[in-house]
């Protein structure tokens, strides 16, 4: 009965040999049509439906969207973000290794971030070209000195993860800036809940619901260790943003204020809140800015979207910019290419998960590489995200590809090439059936400056259309709940487990800034 | 001033060499709004540096209205004054004033061949000194001409070169250029202030491939300048190329860097050394003040 087939079922056809894209590993059977072990509950659970019942669950997950109102702009529309039926589901074993492997990533950028806006060693000794980092946009010599109280600039991450056709997880692109999605992830589990508490009675599925908890706890510990109580807000550039709807929802979770920039404003460096009961200081701002945007002392001038002062206040020590400014030059995608290199140096480590194979345009054998082989790779402008200006060079025609040769030529360094990952596909609800469709994943981390904690589970977003491999959300695509399974051994609490269900957000022992301990308060011995 | 001159050369006696000069300069910008002015933020980059040729003996930065101040170093190395101010004002005056020390004149270094600036280790360590940039950005007119002035020549040689052909281009005119304008605008004019003729000369220079940096300062406007006489000076700018070693030149007088120059900053162009800039909300500014007086001390 394990089988990708037989009739009338909604596997029906499912691992077509003609479909596009056949080498492409998929995460529910096997080549042979065997269920993999990570999809053998679900697939039991799901194999009896019939087409009908697909269609009466789909109605009701739709109706659960509308009501939760989640949407996404696409080319400055907004729409809902379609959510699959089906979840993905990650093992317990697969998830450490990926666990592992994020937390030794956001490491390893900390250490360079901190040392590329301050002495920059790694440039000194030779281990990377100094040209990589004063071309790059994102280098923003403005932080340059900026030093954060805990050290952490990565208070949040994303790293974008794609499976190749051998199941192997790779990293496609680091996100260090502000990314976003989280909320996604946790409205996606809130309505699958709604819809199939069924399914999650039968899988130990590790909860998401506690990101907030997770944030927060970053947020204050990355404050100055004198304010005992820090004030964190949330800064939003205002409800026309594609991401608001994340931004009210991080900052309501957290029990923070959600603001915009002209609630706040700055005096002789110290950042204060406009409230109805007068002035409060703040110390630490979750902003979802981008840099350009936040300080137009420092950036554009013209904007009003952020706080004048505010980064000479962070500076000066009295405010936390979370994630920090300049950022970009971590997650840069020339960069990238380096970071065996980085890991090496700051950790002396191997990197845990490995890059996709990635072509440098501002090398010259490389560059002709690339020139050579435009028909089978995918070339990626360094700027921009959201899928825009990528050739794929398959599907381009001659002219194309000429045009793309003529781009990369004039501004090599802002051109990466790699060849085209067949991103491994899960099964997804397509009229009454199930096809093959394919997705990424991006995982979120949380760096409270102690530990690293990656929130079990992250986006799965996926290429709707049939033989698409661009999952971005803002081409369209739809997501998927993501599900990482507890280990049989664990104690953590699987979703919908008894007394949590019904209860909206589970409870948390309040924060605390750091409090002296009596060994502390001793006045140190004199020697 | 809060240490005299006397003191000053007490403690210094016979550490400098006897051409050095010893020079005041007290920089005074004034602005006037139309309406009252709330949330002025600013950055002043006016308080010149020490280094081999140039030694820094006191500096200070003084508003009106009086604000408290926050200093720092910036990427480049240029030491910045940011200071905000809250209470409604129509007229803002900022005084920078200090005294440096500076030598004789610098002599261009003549340790680089064209095969030493292209080599990867230049490239790379000067990368984002050879890049066009706003003020001075690529084009192809000026390039053609940088590439004939280089034929036959040392890069030395080079920059005395390019140097002196922006100065003949260029006339010396206030008024046709403005702040924002890049070197483009200046050359096509052929007409501009120092800092056009430093941008024109950035511009060239590094479209050949020499690393050539943005120099903001001072300069005393009498060669035999007496002492205790106060000068009006200039607010300044220069610029250095890297031809072995850094060396400055002044291309708008034609002249080497010497005794009258007295340097603030280094970038790579105005963008990143403006002596002030800030946001305010209130009434549009105009400058009603804007005066460098100069006095050689020593």
């Known amino acids: 009965m394990n089988r990708a087939s037989g009739n009338g079922d909604l596997f029906d056809n499912y691992l077509d040999p003609k479909r596009p894209h056949a080498g492409a590993f998929d995460e529910m059977f096997a080549a042979d049509s065997t269920v993999r072990s990570a999809y053998r509950r679900l697939y039991d659970s799901l194999s009896p439906s019939k087409p009908a019942d697909l269609a009466t669950r789909a109605e009701a997950l739709d109706r659960a969207l509308v009501d939760q109102g989640i949407t996404f702009s696409l080319s400055g529309q907004e729409r809902p973000f379609p959510l699959d039926l089906i979840p993905r589901v990650i093992t317990a074993g697969e998830w450490a290794k990926l666990e592992r492997g994020i937390v030794q990533r956001v490491r390893g950028l900390e250490a360079f971030l901190a040392d590329i806006y301050g002495d920059q060693q790694i440039i000194r000794d030779g281990v990377l070209p100094r040209r990589l980092i004063t071309s790059c946009a994102h280098f923003h010599r403005q932080a340059a000195g900026v030093s954060p109280p805990n050290g952490v600039r990565i208070h949040v991450s994303g790293v974008d993860l794609v499976r190749d056709e051998d199941g192997t997880f790779r990293v496609l692109e680091d996100n260090l800036r502000s990314p976003s999605g989280v909320s996604y992830v946790m409205e996606n589990r809130r309505t699958m809940a709604r819809v199939f508490p069924d399914l999650f009675a039968k899988h130990r599925v590790r909860a998401v619901g506690d990101y907030a908890v997770h944030l927060l706890r970053a947020l204050r510990a990355a404050a100055a260790p004198n304010v005992a109580d820090p004030t964190v807000v949330v800064l939003t550039p205002g409800v026309h943003n594609s991401a608001y709807f994340e931004h009210s929802l991080l900052a309501r979770l957290m029990g923070v204020e959600l603001v915009e920039g002209r609630d706040l404003f700055c005096r002789d460096n110290v950042i204060y809140l406009r409230t109805t009961e007068g002035e409060r200081q703040v110390d630490v701002i979750y902003r979802r800015i981008d840099d350009e945007y936040l300080d137009p002392v420092q950036f554009r001038p013209d904007s009003v979207l952020g706080v004048a002062g505010v980064i000479n206040a962070a500076r000066a020590g009295n405010v936390v910019i979370a994630n920090a400014v300049g950022n970009g030059v971590g997650d840069d995608k020339l960069v990238y290419t380096y970071l065996p290199e980085i890991l090496k140096y700051y950790l002396d480590e191997a990197p845990l998960l490995p890059n996709v194979d990635t072509y440098r345009c501002w090398l010259r054998e490389e560059r002709q590489y690339v020139f050579d082989h435009a028909d089978e790779l995918v070339i990626k402008p360094v700027e921009g995200s959201g899928g825009y200006g990528i050739v794929f060079g398959p599907d381009a025609s001659a002219k194309e590809l000429a045009a793309i040769r003529r781009r990369v030529r004039a501004n090599p360094r802002g051109w990466i090439a790699q060849p085209l990952v067949q991103l491994s596909t899960v099964p997804t609800k397509v009229g009454q059936r199930l096809k093959p469709r394919h997705v990424d994943l991006r995982p979120f981390a949380v760096n409270d400056g102690k530990s690293v904690f990656v929130l079990p589970g992250g986006l799965t977003r996926v290429a709707v259309p049939e033989g698409s491999l661009v999952v971005n959300s803002s081409q369209g695509g739809g997501s998927k709940d993501t599900w990482v399974l507890a280990a049989r051994s664990s104690t953590v609490d699987p979703e919908l487990s008894g007394q949590r269900l019904g209860t909206p957000q589970e409870e948390s022992a309040p924060e605390r800034g750091p409090e002296l301990t009596s060994a502390q308060q001793q006045q140190q011995q004199q020697q | ?298």
Not at chain 2, 88 to 95: A, R
Not at chain 2, 213 to 233: C, F, M, N, Q
Not at chain 2, 260 to 267: E, K, N, S, T
């Open chain 2, 1 to 298: 001033m809060t240490t005299t001159p006397e003191a000053v050369r007490q403690s210094r006696t016979g550490t400098m060499d006897p051409v050095s000069w010893r020079v005041r300069v007290v920089h005074t910008t004034g602005y006037r709004y139309e309406a009252p002015v709330v949330q002025s933020y600013n950055e002043a980059r006016l308080t010149p540096r020490s280094d081999r040729r140039q030694n820094l003996v006191v500096a200070r930065l003084e508003t009106t209205p009086a604000t408290r101040s926050y200093r720092y170093t910036d990427y480049w190395g240029t030491e910045v004054t940011s200071f905000d101010l809250h209470a409604p004002h129509t007229e803002l005056k900022i005084v920078a004033s200090s005294v440096v020390e500076t030598t004789e004149h610098v002599q261009p270094i003549d340790d680089a061949s064209w095969a030493d600036l292209r080599g990867d280790g230049i490239a790379d360590r000067y990368g984002e000194l050879l890049e066009p940039t706003r003020y001075a950005p690529r084009n192809k007119e000026l390039i053609s001409i940088a590439r004939k002035l280089r034929t036959g020549r040392r890069p030395m040689e080079a920059v005395l070169a390019v140097s002196e052909w922006v100065h003949d281009q260029l006339t010396y005119h206030q008024g046709t250029t403005g702040v924002h304008s890049s070197a483009i605008d200046a050359w096509q004019a052929r007409e501009g202030v120092c800092q056009d003729y430093a941008h024109l000369t950035l511009a060239m220079l590094r479209s050949i491939g020499i690393p050539a940096r943005y120099v903001s300062g001072y300069l005393h406007t009498k060669p035999d300048g007496a002492i205790g006489e106060t000068v009006r000076g200039e607010s300044h700018a220069w610029i250095e190329a890297w031809t072995g070693g850094w060396w400055g030149f002044d291309p708008t007088n034609d002249i080497e860097i010497g005794q009258r120059h007295v340097w603030v900053a280094i970038g790579r162009d105005y963008g990143d050394v403006s002596p002030l800039k800030g946001t305010y909300s209130g009434g549009a500014a105009s400058a009603i003040e804007v005066s460098v007086d100069m006095t050689r001390l020593a």
